[in-house]
Nanobody
Framework: QVQLVESGGGLVQPGESLRLSCTAS????????MGWYRQAPGKQRELVAM????????NYTDSVKGRFTISGDNAKRTVNLQMNSLKPEDTAVYYC???????????????WGQGTQVTVSS
């Protein structure tokens, strides 16, 4: 089994900051990438930010560039998302994602956390 446990969501005012964290645990051979997706009511789930464990390459959706920073700790199997200058349009449920192999013979697969609510409102 693989578990992704998220923390750090909440209610903040526009312009404030939040930090999301996610830790992967269980039977894991290797993690290729970890990241965050979000889904607002009535909208499709979208990629927010992703970081590759080998090399540390990152990518962000355009709307968060310059405001959000993703970081990871390979040894701890953790990914963090520092969110600054939050806007009401950032309101969504944020999901942690890990692209990993449980065993060497298996292909890479996506695993998901349970989601954490981020609400930006005055």
């Amino acid at each position: 089994q693989v578990q992704l446990v998220e923390s750090g969501g909440g209610l903040v005012q526009p312009g404030e900051s939040l930090r999301l964290s996610c830790t992967a645990s269980g039977t894991i051979f290797t993690i290729a990438a970890m990241g965050w997706y979000r889904q607002a009511p009535g909208k499709q789930r979208e990629l927010v930010a992703m970081i590759r464990t080998s090399g540390g390459d990152t990518n962000y959706t355009d709307s968060v560039k310059g405001r959000f920073t993703i970081s990871g700790d390979n040894a701890k199997r953790t990914v963090n998302l520092q969110m600054n200058s939050l806007k009401p349009e950032d309101t969504a449920v944020y999901y942690c994602n890990a692209n990993l192999k449980r065993y060497p013979v298996l292909p890479l697969q996506d695993y998901w956390g349970q989601g954490t609510q981020v609400t930006v409102s005055s």
